[in-house]
């Protein structure tokens, strides 16, 4: 990188530094309409997609050589202060959440109070590789927070988001237990496959609005699959019949 700021950032009470500690909160990030990116590929992902950071931080003493982004030096401790990972990066970055996109694809995961960031961001990598989106319901996880936009593997960045009820066509609900088995359910024309989380699974009303049950049989010894295979498999089926 050969685009840093001249002033290296020094001060624990830099007002950028104190932006990203409120970003770890989701209710600051929907209050400021920012959330934050570490680590070069992520950043990446976000500038191919052709966000616009409104502001970027790199680690002064390591900072990366071909990221092409105007960014501020920090020094080292600082900057993994204000990290969410485990190991500090070497970039991080501010997008903003209205730059994300929305919409609805002919083939979409709709989320019914999926809780687990990791579970999310992972939904959000599957639907990536399948050309669909993915829509959230009310008590969704932030796809936006640290841990969705690190599993998303910056499939954040492409993939549209919209409303739990705005995909149409056929609405089918994945279940555990009960249903057709989803080798036999009809998939042509606009899908939205309807998941819910692990624990509750989908309440009744729900499922009575949706136009088929499924469930993916499997022969080992688990319950359940957890909810981002489920949704990985349910797009490759959908895919695989073209």
Known sequence: MDRLGARLITSAHNARLRLLRRLHARRQREREGLFACEGEDLVEAGLAAGLE???????????????????????????ADVSALGHPPRVLAVFRRGDLPRGVRE?????????????????????????????????????????????SAGAVFRVPLARFDEPGGRRVALVARGGAPLAEVELAGATAFVLGAERDGLPDDVLAACHAVAKIPHSGSAESLNVAMAGTIALYERSRRG
């Open 53 to 79: 950071p409104v502001f970027a931080l790199v680690d002064a003493q390591r900072p990366p050589v071909a990221l092409e982004v105007d960014a501020e030096p920090v020094e080292p401790a600082l900057l």
């Open 107 to 151: 083939t979409s995961l709709a989320l019914w109070r999926v809780t687990d960031p990791g579970n999310v961001g992972t939904l959000l990598r599957a639907a990536d590789a399948f050309a669909a989106g993915l829509a959230l319901s009310a008590g969704c996880a932030d796809p936006t927070g640290p841990k969705a936009v690190r599993a």
